[in-house]
């Protein structure tokens, strides 16, 4: 018994001594490297998880065959679209696969401000540059970096608040009724886009949809004689005429050429274009010799001739190129076209070039620029369209300020358009702008177009207006009537588009803060 207990006591001494038997470090090393190979496969099928959810995701959203990113794209409510504070836009449950359209209020009105969201077509304008942050995908609306792309998620759409006063851009659009045209309205102080109206116009919700019905009219709009889609206001280049006398003074009196605007210009009465025999003549009397202030307030075409070539086509052109001419990364956030001066003419063509003709062409925000600069003692404010953005709960994510684009001329120079401005509404051309109890400036446009300049007269007149009691101009616009009479002898700017803009400019005042309507 005795030596049985001491072989039982060994042995059990043994396997204290070793609880692992033989081979069991294997086994641990074994399950380690099992561990660690399923550790690696669970980060590989992450890091390629990554890879196809935030890297490759783009592709795959974009790939024809792949519905899911265009139903989850309508299946929540776009964000709004806002003027004066109020909804222009809004979103309804069609119960289709694509469940939520587009929906407008006062379509044609704001067709130039928020452009078109269609489930056929894509976007236009605001609806357009705002997309992301509208339909909910705008990094800035995300909780975290890379959050939306990781989770497929979207946030609700935020909302782009516009500059348009809802008031000015009815009175614009009132007022051009019929007539085929554009109102771009400027606040000169900011730079804020008060209106943007083109006519004809078109009601967007036509395009919301993807029946059959949207197809035919997307057909009909497209081809409309009118072009109803055309954004006459941003996207169409006019020749300015002789609203574009402005800048032609505006170089005059920055180089000093001209030192005393009442004396006299030695100009004949018609001018002969430099090398040709060709006599360019006045629509009044009394422009031989007249005095810049007599050619500004009567739109004397032959001492404006004459002066652009006297002035030379590099200080015409650099003053040009100040008020924003052949600009052509101008935002608002939606492209502009480019408004151009020709820098390569010679001088019968420059002197045709000084007085809005040639090539000169400008689109009416580009005039409104003008008008503006003026306004504002030649500080040219970056105009835009839009004040802020922000989420869904109203707070801002975005804030737009009054950004000077740049200094167009010297002060003194201002001063003296802004007085001669006055006076072409006072005593000459532009008197069916006037508004009592206000302060008016204004200059008018005829400009010619056509094969031998045979089409009927673009109207032009660029303004703006300020209250007897104000600091500080209200409003700078600029408007264009397309063949605005069918007899050329009684087209003007004073008689077409000077009571479009007058309406507008009341309009402005009676808006204007702590000015009251005149």
């Given at each position: ?363 009416p925000l580009q005039m409104a620029m003008v008008a503006s600069a003026v306004a504002n003692s030649g500080d040219l404010k970056t105009p835009h369209l839009v004040d802020r953005t922000t989420d869904e709960d109203g707070d801002p994510l975005t804030v737009e300020s009054g950004m000077s684009l740049r200094q167009t001329f010297n002060p003194r120079t201002a001063g003296v358009l802004r007085e001669l401005m006055v006076e072409a509404v006072e005593k000459g051309t532009g008197g069916q702008a006037a508004i009592p109890g206000a302060t008016v400036g204004g200059k008018t446009g005829t400009a010619q177009h056509g094969l031998g ?66």
């Amino acid at each position: 018994m005795t030596s049985g207990d001491s072989g039982d006591t060994g042995d059990t001494k043994t396997l204290e001594a070793g609880s692992i038997p033989r081979g069991g470090g294997d086994m641990t090393r074994h399950i380690r490297q099992a561990a660690a190979l399923c550790l690696l496969l669970v980060l590989l099928v992450l890091l390629n998880a990554t890879r196809i959810q935030v890297f490759e995701s783009r592709g795959y959203d974009e790939d024809p065959a792949n519905r899911r990113g265009v139903i989850a794209r309508y299946d929540q409510p776009r964000g709004d679209i806002l003027a004066g504070g109020r909804p222009v836009t809004g979103s309804k449950d069609t119960g289709e696969q694509l469940r939520y359209e587009r929906t407008y209020r006062n379509g044609p009105l704001y067709a130039p401000v928020t452009g078109y969201a269609s489930q056929s077509y894509g976007t236009s304008l605001l609806e357009r540059t705002g997309d992301g942050l509208l339909a909910g995908t705008d990094p800035m609306l995300q909780p975290l970096p890379l959050w939306n792309d990781f989770t497929r998620s979207r946030e609700p759409g935020g909302a782009v608040h516009t500059t348009i006063s809802p008031a000015v851009q009815q009175a614009a659009f009132a007022s051009l009724g019929a007539k085929r045209g554009a109102v771009a309205a400027i606040e000169p102080s900011t730079g804020r886009i008060l209106a943007l109206v083109s006519t004809p116009s078109y009601d967007p919700a036509l395009l919301s949809g993807n029946g059959p019905e949207v197809k035919q009219n997307w057909k009909h709009l497209t081809t409309a004689p009118g072009k109803p889609m055309l954004n006459r206001a941003i996207r169409q280049t006019y020749p300015p005429g002789s609203a574009f006398k402005v800048v032609t003074a505006a170089a005059a009196l920055d180089k000093g050429t001209i030192g005393d605007v009442d004396a006299r210009t030695k100009s004949p009465d018609p001018y002969t274009l430099p090398g040709t025999t060709t006599k360019l003549s006045n629509p009044v009397d009394g422009c031989e010799d007249a005095s810049l202030r007599y050619a500004f307030v009567w739109s004397c075409n032959t001492v404006f001739a004459r002066l652009g070539v006297e002035v030379g086509q590099k200080a015409v052109a650099d003053t040009a190129k100040r008020f924003g001419f052949n600009d052509s990364g101008l935002r608002i956030p939606a492209a502009v076209s480019r408004s151009t001066f020709d820098t390569s003419m010679d001088d019968a063509q420059l002197a045709l070039s000084s007085i809005g003709q040639y090539d000169t062409r400008a689109t009416p925000l580009q005039m409104a620029m003008v008008a503006s600069a003026v306004a504002n003692s030649g500080d040219l404010k970056t105009p835009h369209l839009v004040d802020r953005t922000t989420d869904e709960d109203g707070d801002p994510l975005t804030v737009e300020s009054g950004m000077s684009l740049r200094q167009t001329f010297n002060p003194r120079t201002a001063g003296v358009l802004r007085e001669l401005m006055v006076e072409a509404v006072e005593k000459g051309t532009g008197g069916q702008a006037a508004i009592p109890g206000a302060t008016v400036g204004g200059k008018t446009g005829t400009a010619q177009h056509g094969l031998g300049n045979a089409g009927v007269p673009y109207a032009w007149f660029i303004s703006w207006a300020q209250a007897k009691d104000a600091s500080q101009p209200a409003v700078a616009l600029a408007v264009v009537v397309e063949e605005a009479a069918l007899d050329r002898d009684d087209i003007s700017g004073g008689g077409s588009a000077a009571p479009v803009a007058r309406a507008v400019m009341q309009a402005a005042l009676r808006e204007a803060p702590g000015e009251g309507a005149p």
